[in-house]
T-cell receptor
Framework: GAGVSQTPSNKVTEKGKYVELRCDPI?????LYWYRQSLGQGPEFLIY????????DSGLPNDRFFAVRPEGSVSTLKIQRTERGDSAVYLC?????????????FGPGTRLTVL | AQSVSQHNHHVILSEAASLELGCNYS??????LFWYVQYPGQHLQLLLK????DPLVKGIKGFEAEFIKSKFSFNLRKPSVQWSDTAEYFC???????????WGAGTKLIIKP
């Protein structure tokens, strides 16, 4: 079956602009995660959804970042007033969500570049 | 704060050499441990995982890892590497009650043919 998909694959924007990044998880996966990976680093947790609700948003760096998952499947990560420091690869993952032991399946990521 | 350390950022080996990549974590209590791999141009995929039981776990493509609780370590091993093992390897940790993964910085492995 289809894996996790993310669009766009690349996004270039100017400082101060608003961007939306989309994630389409594996069908039937109730848990959805957003991570951010900067150059030379491992992924950094941003937010985790269980169904439609954000179960843990402790990783969002500030109030410019927001994510939604209104119908419990597709999720959108929204970044307002982008800054150059937001440049990174944004990864989405999904899992069956029954416990922390569940394998997280990753998408290819969206590379965000803020000029 | 919880953290994961991977000691080697870059490793270069010849084919057929043995591999060991270090991973240490700072996390009290019971943890779940994972190794993920990212091949060039591909997305992250799971190599192996440990939750409980036998501390020596086997994963895909001949990889294995050993959990040593007293050392807070979960090192990845492979007896004989192949050119196709060239990739970046990440160690990650979470708990049953906290799904978010805490990641190491990764180790870039290059296998010379």
């Amino acid at each position: 079956g289809a894996g996790v998909s993310q669009t766009p694959s690349n996004k270039v924007t100017e400082k101060g602009k608003y961007v939306e990044l989309r994630c389409d998880p594996i069908s039937g996966h109730t848990a959805l995660y957003w991570y951010r990976q900067s150059l030379g680093q491992g992924p950094e947790f941003l937010i985790y959804f269980q169904g439609t609700g954000a179960a843990d948003d402790s990783g969002l760096p500030n109030d410019r970042f927001f994510a939604v998952r209104p119908e419990g499947s597709v999720s959108t990560l929204k970044i307002q007033r982008t800054e150059r420091g937001d440049s990174a690869v944004y990864l989405c993952a999904s899992s069956l969500g029954t416990s922390g032991r569940g394998e997280q399946f990753f998408g290819p990521g969206t590379r965000l570049t803020v000029l | 704060a919880q953290s994961v350390s991977q000691h080697n950022h870059h490793v270069i080996l010849s084919e057929a050499a043995s591999l060991e990549l270090g991973c240490n974590y700072s996390y009290g209590g019971t943890v779940n441990l994972f190794w993920y791999v990212q091949y060039p141009g591909q997305h992250l995929q799971l190599l192996l995982k440990y939750f409980s039981g036998d501390p020596l776990v086997k994963g895909i493509k001949g990889f294995e890892a050993e959990f040593i609780k007293s050392k807070f370590s979960f090192n990845l091993r492979k007896p004989s590497v192949q050119w196709s093992d060239t990739a970046e390897y990440f160690c990650a940790v979470n708990r049953d009650s906290n799904y978010q993964l805490i990641w190491g910085a990764g180790t870039k492995l290059i296998i010379k043919p």
